[in-house]
């Protein structure tokens, strides 16, 4: 995997594994390792040391936060939810479908991840990345 330091500053992009780890992470903030594994063994079929594993390569790649709470070590997306969406959403325009225009966060109207309101912020949040590129050319 590429690090694309234009938008992703430290971290590298998120693959569709960890994705479905983060999604847990953004609906509930902070996690333990058996938790997380818990949330998404049904989505991901790992074991527990895999999911681990897993959670320790995000933390490498500055896509998770480690910070002990009560003695046990939990795991936090260092980026939320929405940024990272935005940043996927910019790069697949961009990349895949060759676009200059960023797409419209409407698409993402019923997506059980993304609340309506947060709709409007998605949008801000892809206009600015196109912006930015733009400016960066």
């Not at 961009?94 to 409407?106: C, F, I, Q």
Request: with cysteine.
């Amino acid at each position: 995997m590429s690090h694309d330091g234009d938008k992703w500053g430290c971290a590298m992009k998120p693959s569709d594994y960890e994705l479905k780890l983060l999604r847990h992470l953004w609906r509930h903030k902070r996690l333990s390792a058996r938790e997380i594994h818990d949330a998404s063994a049904a989505e991901t079929g790992w074991s527990f040391s895999a999911t681990r594993k897993t959670l320790e390569r995000m933390v490498e790649k500055d896509l998770l936060a480690i910070a002990p709470v009560h003695g046990v070590k939990t795991f936090a997306a260092t980026r939320s939810k929405l940024e990272t969406l935005a940043d996927l959403v910019s790069d697949f325009a961009r990349n895949v479908l060759d676009s200059t225009e960023p797409m419209p966060a409407a698409t993402f109207a019923h997506s059980r991840l993304i609340s309506s309101d947060e709709i409007a912020e998605l949008e801000k949040l892809m206009e600015k990345l196109n912006d930015d590129k733009e400016t960066n050319q």
